[in-house]
């Protein structure tokens, strides 16, 4: 027999913080980016952005969250200012330089994608180590992103 599923549970949002309730969307914007889903990332788009705007303390993990969102957007003039954010935690911030390469390589500037591979590669043994927050809770991406140019 096929299971039942029971109704969603409801959300008090009222009883959420600003910050659980922007990262569902975050959340469902990615997974819509990763199915090529456009027209969900413009939907939910709005949405999210209203969502961390009411985020009254973003460190830098909602800070990566807002650059994927506009990368998700092809936004990456709006990208652009969150990578600025991060640098400020960090110079070598690994999420900054993330968000840059998908930048890059979205308006085919190899050449700066090349540059910001190689910068990865150097500042990812000192980076690491730190431990930041955001990094553990992207660890898979950042790993990712090592395997997918090569790390040395």
């Known amino acids: 027999p096929m299971a039942t599923r029971s109704p969603a ?9 600003p910050r659980e309730a922007a990262d569902p969307l975050f ?19 709005p949405m999210a952005l209203e969502a961390y705007e009411r985020v009254e303390f973003m460190d830098a ?12 957007a092809g936004d990456y003039a709006s990208a652009r200012k969150e990578i600025d954010i991060l640098k400020q935690y960090a110079p070598n911030h690994l999420l900054a330089m ?11 500037d190899t050449n700066k994608a ?24 992207h660890l898979n991406s950042i790993e990712g992103f ?3 140019i090569g790390a040395n």
């Open 146 to 148: 090592r395997a997918r």
């Open 114 to 137: 090349a540059a910001i591979e190689a910068a990865f590669n150097a500042a990812y043994p000192a980076e690491i180590i730190t431990n930041r927050p955001e990094y553990q809770g």
């Open 27 to 45: 959340n469902r914007i990615m997974i819509a980016d990763e199915q090529g889903n456009k027209e969900e990332v413009m939907r939910f788009l």
């Open 61 to 72: 993990d909602a800070h990566f969250h807002l650059g994927l969102i506009h990368s998700a």
């Open 98 to 108: 993330l968000l840059e390469h998908e930048a890059a390589t979205a308006a085919g």
């Open 9 to 17: 549970p409801t959300v008090d949002l009222s009883s959420m913080t």
